[in-house]
Each structure stands twice: as structure tokens, then as C-alpha cells.
């Protein structure tokens, strides 16, 4: 599944993104996700995943926190700047330092 609309998400609302993304996990073995956006939802992050593959959570190092948010890939493949906007104010601001000027307490 592809990560460019979370790349588009990035430069057009000035985020911190990668997508795709890729770490080891508890067993040394790798670990994709379409994307990890920084500043939103943990302190971590949040792993951004497509349902309806099922969640890799018991996978993931129990030392970092993230969240992972399962999405359906027919509203989130393709770039929608109010519905991603939507998504990351839900999600809630992590990050250090102000939010984005486009982001307001929900």
C-alpha cells in the first residue's frame, strides 16, 4: 500500500513524516508501516497502518511508545487536506515546542 499521500500530508501541512516506514521488532525481524508521524499522538509518534491486515502491536519493543492507528486505506491512500487535518487533531498534539498554525485543541 502505498505512503504517498502521508509524504504529500508532510509538505503540505509541514509535519514530521516517514513514509514508509521500517524498524526492527522485538524478534530482530522488520516491521513495515505506511508511515510514522511524528508529533501526533504519543510521545513517540504515531505508526500510521492500513486495515484490514491485522495489527502488529505484540510485535512492537514494549520500551517505546507509540500508537498505532489501524485506517481504512479507501479515505487515507489519497491525500484530503480537512480529513488529515481531522485525523492528526484527534490524534492530539505530542510534539515539543507550538503546534502547527493550522492545528487547534479539539
Do not use: C
Amino acid at each position: 500500500m502505498s505512503s504517498n499521500a502521508w509524504v504529500i500530508a508532510a509538505s503540505e501541512l509541514g509535519i514530521r513524516v516517514t513514509a514508509p516506514y521500517s524498524e526492527k521488532d522485538r524478534f530482530g525481524m522488520p516491521l513495515e508501516f505506511i508511515a510514522h508521524v511524528r508529533d501526533f499522538g504519543a510521545a513517540a509518534g504515531t505508526l500510521v497502518w492500513y486495515m484490514p491486515q491485522p495489527l502488529p502491536t505484540s510485535r512492537i519493543h514494549s520500551n517505546v511508545v507509540y500508537v498505532v492507528s489501524a485506517l481504512n486505506p479507501a479515505l487515507y491512500a489519497d491525500y484530503d487536506r480537512d480529513r488529515f487535518i481531522a485525523l492528526l487533531t484527534a490524534w492530539g498534539w505530542s510534539g515539543r515546542g507550538p503546534a502547527p498554525d493550522w492545528y487547534h485543541e479539539p
